[in-house]
């Protein structure tokens, strides 16, 4: 089965307009009212820098387990690791099912 690339692409940006986003003024070389400072303060709160510091202890812990990973590893050669295929299949069921909505 083949699919076609779709006939119609979206136009390229013109030079004009892409400097006039850049510069923050319009067509007519005036400055568009999104740039001009109106005195306005805005507070975000407590929960932006509550996710800011859950995203930086994030970044810096592993996303691998490597001693766990090792363990396993070892197991393997050792031929002592064993799967237990009712819970990979309930597991996988359960994910099945939160994926499509059905978290029962």
Do not use: C, Y
């Amino acid at each position: 089965m083949k699919i076609d690339k779709p006939g119609n692409t979206l136009p390229a940006n013109s030079a004009g307009e892409g400097a006039a986003r850049a510069t923050g003024k319009d067509k007519s070389g005036q400055a568009s009212a999104a740039q001009q400072p109106a005195g306005t303060s805005v507070s975000l709160g407590s929960t932006v820098a509550h996710m800011k510091n859950m995203e930086s202890s994030m970044a810096s812990a592993p996303a691998v387990n490597a001693a766990k990973v090792a363990e396993i590893r070892q197991a393997i050669s050792e031929g002592r690791f064993q799967v237990n295929t009712s819970v990979v299949a309930d597991r996988l069921i359960a994910t099945v099912r939160d994926l499509i909505g059905g978290k029962a």
